[in-house]
């Protein structure tokens, strides 16, 4: 009854997985909608930035020819003839001896080749007109922002595949995307099996806890990019499971149940992808929690079965079905951000797998650090609260230990509890 | 008409703005929707985990007493009564020399004491009843998750002001959180202000640029857990922005507007907050870009007057909003997380203000680099699509340069191109 299963390393798990490539379709969406979404196309600059010659300060447009002989002991007087904003056109011929008060951002007036700010410009009126002195040489192009000097019309400024981001949403609406060029969401499917499941808002009764994989696991879905559908849960019966996997597959692009891939006499799913024909890519990982977890794939659609046990569900969907997704929606960063960091507390116990650790991170100084968040046991739910990244702890035939250097997979972190200071020389590695 | 202004530093900027302590509401959302989402309440265990005392594996819940004389020379044997799996509750009464099958999660056994794991376990069928073989002895509580051992009915297992993540949810939904306590997210509303403005929809013209800064602002406010409020665009005409501005106040709880901040003809806000009777808490920051920002307070909404060039509106509303929001979400962690690292590129001309420099963070070994992504000059937007963190470099009598260890604020990067490796001992620390 006890079946032996041949673990396979993490890193070879994932390169099956990641071997199915399918990409999702383009669609146009709302500039106002495109937040957190991946490009299904470069952008290309409709216009040149910036769009024409323009006062990069609030100053005097000029003839700089006017400035050749300034200087301190013999200033040039200009005659300022008009004062255009930001969004007019100067509309005055302006002649030699002539200057135009401009803001930043406006249009260079023609016959202007040069901007003189406020501060290096003494105004004075005299006969009623309106005057500036200036006493230095000024030159064509100084302080012009040219045409074009950004970014030339045709180039590409965001790539295919970046996530939209808030400084993605400046660069397409400045390009006039209104309707935003988007890769279509993987549609991926959610079943929690287990007998024992109830709902959220059910009151417990003996030998039953709440479902709460299919909610964190929806959640995950969201955080990846993806459309969760959240099909509900199922007793652990065999003909039940199969009907619903099967008939549910059709309408995913990928499915994930939770639970039910263990050697349990009710974990029907490694049965049921055989049954459905799907090639079973593997189910078992040098790796806990999450041992367990299996994919199958079936016709180009992927099913991942995550364990039943919270961390081991969270852990294998974070390694496997994250970076799925994210190749799914085009990104060229589909993996988890993976840094070297310190340990700060003991596993003793070596394990010949590979072990992926809820911590906290923490940073001080140039160093990242990871603090184990709870207890080591994959049924440990409340400590998911806290957990902001994992500390991969290398299998084999030690312990690991306080100051031990790690690698540490990052998830998301708020942010932090210090203001920033007024950054000051001395703290430079210098 | 050149105005002088007082510069603060970076720190007491934020100060100012933090001193404002207004709070959200409590309200009750679905727990489907509260990813991103703040807590309101601490979030207590409505029972205890585990809610019973159960199997943490596949096994046999036997009677520990029975084994006391096994060992592997005089095995003792054990008639299996019944299987019951997870969710299910075991009706046999079981007396000694008896055991019960059990999976993963079952609620253990009257009467039984401990599970002995399939592996330790040698089956068969005697007389027709199904039997177990046991070599060892087990002891009471062996193999038996404990109720409570996890966590204690009334404990606090997230704290209030927490960001609701997949980790939280899953916390919630053990709980039967069906109905999340969350804060209620301030309203912030946005004009962009500038005659040169275009809707992006519209085609160039001369002089005009489109409006991209309301696009992108209303995105970080979304990243920073805010409800944005766009209110359109606004030609540079002080009554008209006053009116705007002294109107739309009464429907948020903050105001964002962009571009107006400066010393040019057209640059009304700092006017409209003194003629407001609001609080002006400054109107210049020693930083670069963003200098002119001013942020002024009426009646305990604060108005954030961000700069009109997209990078310093950019950086303004991270370094100074952001926090705001996070605070009024009770979030514990509000600000920007800042590390330190390597600059990448030379920066050789001095400057009195401090720079934050649009940059990419790297990840190398156990340390970061901050890679400049663009010409450091505010106007510039291509650059912001690029930007995952912000490298500050002090002001001061000298220039950076590559190799130069900075501050670095922590943007949200996406993740990374390569995938997760196994971890082996050699590269550890040790």
Redo the contacts between chains.
């Keep these: ?2 079946e032996e299963r041949q673990p396979v ?3 070879e798990a ?2 099956k997985v ?1 071997s199915f490539t399918a990409k999702g379709e383009k669609e146009y969406i709302d ?2 909608e495109a ?1 957190g979404r991946y490009l299904a196309e470069d952008i290309l ?1 409709d ?1 040149p ?4 010659d323009r006062s ?1 300060l ?1 100053g005097f447009a000029i003839r700089s020819a006017d400035t050749n002989e300034a200087s301190k002991e013999s200033p040039v007087q200009l005659t300022v003839k008009e ?1 255009v ?5 100067s509309t005055a011929a302006i002649g030699p001896g002539e200057a135009v ?1 401009v ?5 260079m007036p023609k016959a202007c080749d040069a901007v003189v700010m ?2 290096l410009a003494d ?1 004075y009126v005299e006969d009623g007109l309106e005057k500036i002195q200036i006493k230095r040489r000024f030159y064509p192009d100084d302080n012009v ?1 040219k045409q074009g000097e ?2 030339s019309e045709g180039e590409v ?2 790539k295919q595949g ?2 939209v ?14 309707r935003v060029p988007a890769v279509k969401r993987p549609v991926v499917g959610i079943y929690a099996t ?4 109830l ?4 009151k ?1 009764e ?15 879905v ?2 990846a990019g993806a459309e969760p559908l ?1 099909f509900g849960k199922l ?2 019966d065999f003909d039940t499971c199969y009907e619903a996997v099967k008939t549910k597959l059709n309408d995913v692009d990928a499915l994930i149940t939770t639970g039910g891939v ?6 029907f799913l490694p049965e049921i992808y055989t049954k459905l024909g799907a090639d079973v890519l593997f189910n078992k990982i ?1 790796m806990r929690p999450g041992s367990v977890t299996t994919v199958a794939a079936k016709d180009e659609k992927l099913l991942f079965g995550l364990s ?3 961390s081991a569900c ?1 852990v294998g969907f974070e ?1 496997y079905a994250r ?1 799925w997704i ?1 190749s799914y929606l085009g ?12 340990l700060t507390a003991d596993f003793p116990k070596p394990n010949p797998f ?1 072990r992926f650790i809820r911590s906290k991170v923490e ?1 001080a ?4 650090y990871a603090s184990p968040v709870g ?1 080591d ?1 994959s ?4 400590s ?5 990244c994992l500390a ?3 299998g ?1 035939s ?1 312990g ?1 230990h306080a ?5 540490i ?1 990052l ?15 001395k ?4």
């Design positions: 009854m006890f390393k993490v890193a994932v390169n990641m500039l106002m937040e600059a216009h930035i910036p769009p024409f990069p609030d004062t904003g930001a969004g007019n056109v008060r803001m930043t951002g406006t249009i406020f501060e105004e922002s950004e970014t400024v965001v970046s996530k981001t808030s400084g993605v949403i400046a660069v397409l609406a400045t390009f006039g995307y209104d287990g007998t024992e499941l709902d959220v808002n059910e417990l003996p030998g039953k806890i709440r479902n709460s994989n299919a909610y964190m696991v929806a959640s995950q969201k955080e959240y007793a652990d263990s050697v349990g006499d009710f974990d040098a039943g046990n919270p969270f390694l970076p994210k990104s060229p960063a589909p993996y988890l951000q993976v840094v070297r960091g310190t590979t940073y100084g140039n160093r990242l207890m046991k049924q440990v739910v409340t998911l609260a806290y957990t902001d991969a702890v290398p084999g030690r690991y100051g031990d250097e790690v690698d997979l998830l998301n972190p708020e942010g932090s509890s210090e203001p920033i200071r007024d950054p000051e020389k703290r430079s590695g210098h």
